[in-house]
Nanobody
Framework: QVQLQESGPGLVKPSQTLSLTCAVS??????????WNWIRQPPGKGLEWMGA???????YYHPSLKSRTSISRDTTKNQFTLQLGSVTPEDTAVYYC??????WGKGTLVTVSS
């Protein structure tokens, strides 16, 4: 069974870059079975898909976030990373990583505030 764990700062200042890491165990992030996704849920709102990285290393982004989002991976550590630039308070959300929407991390709250 795949297990995922998000980590990163819980507080980010406006205009800075939010950076989160998803550590994966139970399978390799180069496994062809999965797309590795980042999802977020702002307070009181629904889930929003942000982007994904495939086993090949190809990346895919939500069109509205593409200009300030980057997803990368470290295959030696079996983890993948989300970077979201120029954050505003509207980026405050619980951020989740998942494997093909089948396995999910528990999520981590990131607050954007000065």
């Amino acid at each position: 069974q795949v297990q995922l764990q998000e980590s990163g700062p819980g507080l980010v200042k406006p205009s800075q870059t939010l950076s989160l890491t998803c550590a994966v165990s139970g399978d390799s992030i180069t496994s062809y079975y999965y797309y590795w996704n980042w999802i977020r849920q702002p307070p009181g709102k629904g889930l929003e898909w942000m982007g994904a990285i495939a086993s090949s290393g190809s990346t895919y982004y939500h069109p509205s976030l593409k200009s300030r989002t980057s997803i990368s991976r470290d295959t030696t550590k079996n983890q993948f990373t989300l970077q979201l630039g120029s954050v505003t308070p509207e980026d405050t959300a619980v951020y989740y990583c998942n494997a093909d929407f089948e396995y999910w991390g528990k999520g981590t709250l990131v607050t954007v505030s000065s």
